[in-house]
C-alpha cells in the first residue's frame, strides 16, 4: 500500500514570496492533515479535513496561510508572504477517520530567508 | 489545556541494554496515547497506541509501552536496544471525542551506542 506522498521535499524562499506544498494521503482515507514541526519541537496541527470539508483550523495563521482538499482526496497548503518564522517541516497525514490512526509523509522542508 | 511532556531531550544506552523513552500526559477526558518515531529527513511512523484494556501495549520493531492512569504516564520500553532504533521519538495525546487532533510532546532523541 503507498503511503502519504509529499512534494516538494526542500523548499528554499525568500521573505515575503509565496509557497505552495502538496500532499496525496493514502487512498480510501478520508482525514487529511497538515502539521508544522518546527525545529527542536514536536508537530502542531495546522489544519484538518474531513473529506473536502475543514474540521479544525484554529491553528492556521489564516492571514498568510491557505490551504484547500477540493475534491476530497489531495490537498495544497500554501503560504503567502512567507516569514522568517515560518521555517519549518510541513507534514501532511492522513486516516481512514478521525478516530483511526495517522500516518505521515516525509515532510517538506522549509526555509524563509 | 491538554499536554504532553517528555522529560529527556536525550536518552543514551548502551546496544543490549533496556530503553526506557519516558511520556507523561495532562488531560481532561480519557486520553488516546500514541508512540510515534522520526528518522532523520522522513516523516513519522507509528509505532504503537492505547486506546483502552490492557495496560501494556505491543507495538512495531519490539517496542512496548505501559499505560499508567494514576501517574499519568505512557512511557516507551523495549528490553534489548538496537544501534537501529536511534532516532527521535514522540510522544502524543488525542482526546475520544474531540476529532483527530493529536498534540504531541516534544520529542526525545534516543542515541544507542555499539
Known amino acids: 500500500e503507498a503511503g502519504v506522498a509529499q512534494s516538494p521535499r526542500y523548499k528554499i524562499i525568500e521573505k515575503r514570496q509565496s509557497v505552495a506544498f502538496w500532499c496525496n494521503p493514502i487512498?480510501?482515507?478520508?482525514?487529511l492533515y497538515w502539521y508544522q514541526q518546527i525545529l527542536g519541537q514536536g508537530p502542531k496541527l495546522l489544519i484538518q479535513?474531513?473529506?473536502?470539508?475543514?474540521?479544525?483550523d484554529s491553528q492556521l495563521p489564516k492571514d498568510r496561510f491557505s490551504a484547500e482538499r477540493l475534491k476530497g482526496v489531495d490537498s495544497t497548503l500554501k503560504i503567502q508572504p512567507a516569514k522568517l518564522e515560518d521555517s519549518a517541516v510541513y507534514l501532511c497525514?492522513?486516516?481512514?477517520?478521525?478516530?483511526?490512526?495517522?500516518?505521515f509523509g516525509p515532510g517538506t522542508r522549509l526555509l524563509v530567508l | 489545556a491538554q499536554s504532553v511532556a517528555q522529560p529527556e531531550d536525550q536518552v543514551n544506552v548502551a546496544e543490549g541494554n533496556p530503553l526506557t523513552v519516558k511520556c507523561t500526559y495532562s488531560v481532561s477526558g480519557n486520553p488516546y496515547l500514541f508512540w510515534y518515531v522520526q528518522y532523520p529527513n522522513r516523516g513519522l511512523q507509528f509505532l504503537l497506541k492505547y486506546i483502552t484494556g490492557d495496560n501494556l501495549v505491543k507495538g512495531s520493531y519490539g517496542f512496548e509501552a505501559e499505560f499508567n492512569k494514576s501517574q499519568t504516564s505512557f512511557h516507551l520500553k523495549k528490553p534489548s536496544a538496537l544501534v537501529s532504533d536511534s532516532a527521535l521519538y514522540f510522544c502524543?495525546?488525542?482526546?475520544?471525542?474531540?476529532?483527530?487532533?493529536?498534540?504531541f510532546g516534544q520529542g526525545t532523541e534516543l542515541s544507542v551506542k555499539p
Open positions: 497525514a492522513s486516516s481512514l477517520s478521525a478516530q483511526e490512526t495517522q500516518y
Open positions: 502524543a495525546v488525542r482526546l475520544y471525542n474531540q476529532g483527530g487532533k493529536l498534540i
Open positions: 487512498s480510501g482515507h478520508a482525514t
Open positions: 479535513f474531513q473529506n473536502n470539508g475543514v474540521v479544525d
